[in-house]
């Protein structure tokens, strides 16, 4: 970013301003509707010659040439990184909204006449929510995305929030950030990130940010606070997730305290706090037929396993059938059905050859997926095939490299079982308190179910 800013620093002022104007379009222009909002702005250059008559060839390959615009098609578009420096500039000296207003005249977000079964593009999306929060109309882009008192902001989905995302990661302006409305700070980094650690990808400088904005909120927001503790238990910061969750019984917390319990090897709290989260979700929506979707009802379930009574078999597979029946498909579907496997297994009631799932090649269902199959393997004294353990090398350096070190030690402490000879993540120790999966069941005898 700073390598953008001094490229753009060293343009003249003639280009800087034209780099501004697209900046607040935004989506890709080509040259001659580029003229014409310069000519509504009725913007003159140093020399006192109309703005737009700069917009050649010649402006296209300096843009490109110092990494200003991104290149497709001969069009025009700011490049992303620079976009939202570069508008805010605008606010701050009180071009923005004329120039809104020229692009608007030119190209139109939605042009007239407009049926009403016609969807802006994502381009058009973005630029429209751009507007309205630059503008500070944020109760406009709040009923964008549909965000009310009883809408969770944090349980929309990562694509429906793309455009609030790329604003709000793209911005370098931390005070402006900081004094957006928190439902629009909560939907615009948690579903993206609880998404990149699911797929363990390097969200590195959003979950920065995340911690920047939403720590204050934590108190008087919970799903804020919800937010911190899921990424910190994923990033191993065991330490910092228990004052996040401190004097709450809701089941949200509730689910994440197990979630805590278990990493830290307390089994039995874990599965209390598991129990009560379900007990209370519930009581709260008179429904019998519930199951803690996810990362954490998983591990409810493999607390239950721990236990190893027969009731506790029939349980975790009455919850598999209920996750398989949920109107919303789990994340993480097929662990779920590893772990009903896994069960039946443990109640004599199947042979591992019997079982589809742990027989199938999962690598491409992504990491969790992997990682529970290559552990109930293990734990019943198999493993997996040769390409599923370097798939696991594969999602541990991953893991590695984007910081979600729960992860990483877990398939790095079942490459180190299985014997793989390829090359590990330098881990080093697992972080305070962490306590690893790898020796969490064992497989009992026929006669001691």
């Not at 228990?242 to 305290?257: K, N």
């Not at 379900?278 to 199951?291: E, G, L, P």
């Not at 004599?348 to 050859?353: A, H, M, P, T």
């Amino acid at each position: 970013m700073s390598d953008l800013r001094a490229a753009f620093d060293a343009l003249d002022v003639d280009d800087q301003r034209i780099l501004r104007v697209l900046s607040v379009i935004c989506e890709p222009i080509a040259r001659d509707r580029l003229r014409q909002i310069l000519d509504v702005l009725k913007w003159r250059d140093q020399a006192g010659a109309p703005l737009s008559q700069r917009v050649d060839e010649g402006l296209y390959q300096r843009l490109v040439g110092a990494g200003q615009i991104e290149a497709e098609r001969q069009t025009l578009a700011c490049y992303r990184d620079l976009r939202e420096p570069l508008t805010r500039a605008t606010v701050a000296d009180g071009t923005f909204e004329s120039i809104v207003a020229a692009a608007e005249r030119v190209i139109p977000v939605f042009p007239a006449p407009r049926a009403t079964w016609v969807v802006p593009s994502p381009e058009r999306r973005l630029r429209l929510v751009r507007i309205a929060l630059h503008a500070g109309r944020e109760a406009e882009v709040l009923r964008m995305f549909i965000l009310s008192d009883q809408v969770s902001p944090s349980g929309l989905s990562a694509g429906h929030v793309m455009p609030l995302t790329q604003i709000l990661t793209g911005s370098t302006d931390l005070a402006w950030l900081d004094g957006l409305d928190p439902r629009l700070k909560i939907a615009g980094l948690v579903p993206p990130l609880r998404v990149a650690a699911q797929d363990l990808d390097d969200r590195t400088d959003a979950y920065r940010l995340m911690e920047r904005l939403l720590s204050p909120l934590a108190a008087s927001h919970p799903e804020a606070a919800d937010a911190l503790a899921e990424q910190r238990l994923h990033r191993g910061q065991l330490d910092d997730v228990w004052p996040l969750l401190e004097g709450r019984r809701d089941p949200a917390a509730l689910i994440r305290l197990g979630w805590l319990q278990f990493l830290l090897g307390n089994y039995q709290q874990s599965l209390d706090s598991f129990d009560a989260a379900q007990q209370t979700i519930r009581k709260a929506t008179r429904k019998r037929k519930v199951y803690l979707p996810g990362i954490p009802g998983a591990l409810f379930l493999l607390t239950r396993l721990r236990r190893g009574e027969r009731d506790d078999f029939e349980f975790v597979q009455q919850q598999v059938a209920f996750c398989l029946r949920a109107d919303i498909t789990d994340p993480i579907e097929p662990v779920y059905r590893l772990l009903g496997e896994l069960a039946a297994i443990l109640a004599g009631q199947r042979r591992v050859d019997e079982c589809a799932w742990l027989q199938q090649r999962l690598g491409l269902r992504g990491a969790f997926v992997l990682l529970f199959q290559s552990l109930v393997l293990h734990w019943l004294g198999e493993r997996p095939a040769p390409e599923g353990i370097e798939a696991l090398a594969g999602w541990a350096a991953k893991a590695h490299q984007a910081g979600f070190l729960w992860y990483a030690h877990e398939a790095t402490a079942l490459l180190n079982v299985f014997g793989f000879e390829g090359e590990r993540p330098p881990l080093g120790e697992p972080p305070g308190g962490l306590v690893l999966m790898t020796d969490l069941l064992a497989r009992k005898a026929t006669w001691e179910i």
